[in-house]
């Protein structure tokens, strides 16, 4: 049996960060740029690097996962997950943790 999609779906999820990302914008209001990025140190207890952090935000934006707004005073940005994200994050990406929780050998 082949499953199509299977490439794009390894596109979004291979990127660093991106599944923590979207762990952190479901079911949230927008965040700010520095409230993301320190939920994410708190929440995986990991550095996160700014630019790779930047550079997969961006890139789920271009996939029209993520929503984002500039906001001029005070500067900052917001990112929530759109209509389109939060079914990725309920679906596929559910699907792929839940099988996780029934290999530990794959943890």
Not at 36 to 62: A, H, I, K, N
Request: aromatic share 10%; with cysteine.
């Amino acid at each position: 049996m082949k499953i199509d999609g299977v490439p794009q779906v390894g596109a979004i999820l291979q990127r660093k960060w991106a599944g923590e990302i979207l762990d952190v914008l479901y079911d949230s209001p927008p965040r700010g740029r520095m409230e993301l990025t320190t939920e994410l140190r708190s929440r995986f207890g990991r550095q996160f690097c700014d630019r790779v952090c930047t550079d997969t935000l961006r890139v789920l934006r271009q996939r029209g996962l993520v929503g984002h707004r500039l906001q001029n005073r005070p500067r900052s940005a917001y990112y929530w997950l759109t209509p389109l994200g939060e079914d990725f994050y309920r679906g596929p990406m559910a699907d792929a943790v839940g099988w996780l929780a029934t290999h530990p050998e794959f943890k």
